[in-house]
């Protein structure tokens, strides 16, 4: 395709430890965005347009793009297809991917590839049910047979994305799932693509750095309530990548749903009941467990759920206390905000950076030539939100740098920033235990202005937002308080920084 980028490669695989994602010796914390279409464009001859995202990408300063690692279709006619039926795999698509991975590779950006689809688009799982139809069978379906009901009925996702729940009374989603033949057929390709030779590169994928992590499937779903079915599944397939390909992360590319609404305290009482009830067939908690698994996945559609954008916030929050408890860190796989809410985009992602996320990925980047119905998608020049990703990448790469990944030995405040601040201040502490802690602000008359923090707080280094916007010019100070939870030790920090809304002002 004759794609341009001088940058070197990515030399080190991405690996975890704990809670951490670490590219050599170094904490591995990014920002990203969704262009899942890029494989596709280049097995039409779109190269300009492939050229276009991934050279915006870099400028806006991310290190990570997500894309799709797969085209199921019987199409024969579709140069961009991967599988034209379960054995049977187009070069001409596999090639297109190449492409896209050695154009990543050389700008220094990391791919996370699903390597499945919930949803019907680009065939996705019901298209493997499909196939195993026409083979003749299965024979039974789910519990014996689907319902009535659900024949020919769909569960519906954002802009028309959809599944049909059963195809016949004997054949439906969740087959995909618990088919022996249809788990197997995946497991072909999967090991296909993993140990394939980068006709590029000369390098097989399992051997490719610039390969961050690989996603078990796009948004899976099913119709258990317990969310076991889905969780078996991704246990096993988790086990049987990393069996054939030890050295990538494994993920599961799920949104963050649940079956149990009391493991998110807040979010709980924000959003949709439907996304913690079980209605989704997927537990975000079971899952992030899962021995093989290495990142708690999360998505983000406020708009479309009908959240506030607070309750955004309380949603990424409480996924990430329970991905902490667990011991994983957390990725968000997508967050979708339109152009008119680029303020909700920075406010959860300063969430996410705070809580100590390991990546962010928005949906999504356009070329300029790429139309966007649902209203998510970036074409950067004047759009607000390619500011606050160019913004937010810088303070990734700002934590990351900061970051300790050994608990610290005694309390203690490291520089805030921005000092001075025309709005919001990250404030800057090693607590060297669990402890209860008070964050607590003041003008310079000791008259107090805010409590940031009153609450349990795991060791480390931490990062709390103080929001400026309403605090007149001058310099404020901040006392950090900690009480170790067994009440044995209590400790105290003090500290300053400046509040300058107009430059030459206060």
Known sequence: MGLRGSQAGAQEFVRREGQALISGTDRFLFTGANAYYLPFAAAYGESGAVEEVLDAARELGMTVLRTWAFHDSPDSSDPGVFQYRPGVFNEAG??????????????????????????????????????????????????????????????????????????????????????????????????????????????????????????????????????????????????????????????????????????????????????????????????????????????????????????????????????????????????????????????WMITALLGDAAGALVWQLLDQRRQDPEGYGIHCGDDPRCTVLHHMSSLFAENAARGSLTPPSALRLLPCYPDPASGQVILVYELPWDARVTLEVYDLQGAPVRTVVDDRQRAGVRKELFSGNRVTNGVYLYRVRAMALDGTEHRQASGKFTILHQAGAG
């Open 94 to 347: 596999l090639r297109a991917l190449d492409q896209i991975v050695d154009a990543a590779r050389r700008r220094g950006i990391r791919l996370l590839l699903p390597l499945v689809n919930n949803w019907d688009d680009y065939g996705g799982m019901n298209q493997y049910v499909r196939w195993r139809q026409e083979s003749g069978g299965p024979e039974v379906g789910r519990n014996g047979r689907y319902g009535e009901a659900d024949t020919g009925s769909v569960v519906t996702g954002r802009d028309g994305e959809h599944y049909r729940i059963a195809m016949s009374p004997v054949a439906g989603h969740d087959d995909f799932y618990t088919d022996p033949v249809i788990r197997e057929w995946f497991r072909q390709y999967v090991a296909m693509l993993v140990q394939r030779v980068n006709t590029v590169t000369g390098v097989a994928y399992r051997d490719e750095p610039a390969i961050l992590a690989w996603e078990l499937a796009n948004e899976p779903r099913s119709s258990d309530p317990t969310g076991e079915m889905v969780a078996g599944w991704l246990e096993g397939m988790a086990a049987f990548v990393k069996s054939i390909d030890p050295n990538h992360l494994v993920g599961s590319g799920e949104e963050g749903g649940d079956v149990d609404p009391s493991s998110f305290p807040v979010a709980a009482r924000e959003v949709p009941a439907w996304l913690l009830d079980g209605t989704t067939g997927v537990s975000f908690r079971r899952n992030t467990a899962l021995a093989n698994l290495d990142f708690a996945s999360l998505h983000l559609y406020a708009e479309t759920w009908s959240m506030p954008a607070a309750a955004g916030d309380s949603w990424i929050r409480d996924h990430q206390h329970l991905a902490g408890a667990i011991g994983k860190p957390l990725v968000l796989g997508e967050i979708g905000a339109r152009e008119e809410h680029s303020g909700a985009l920075e406010r």
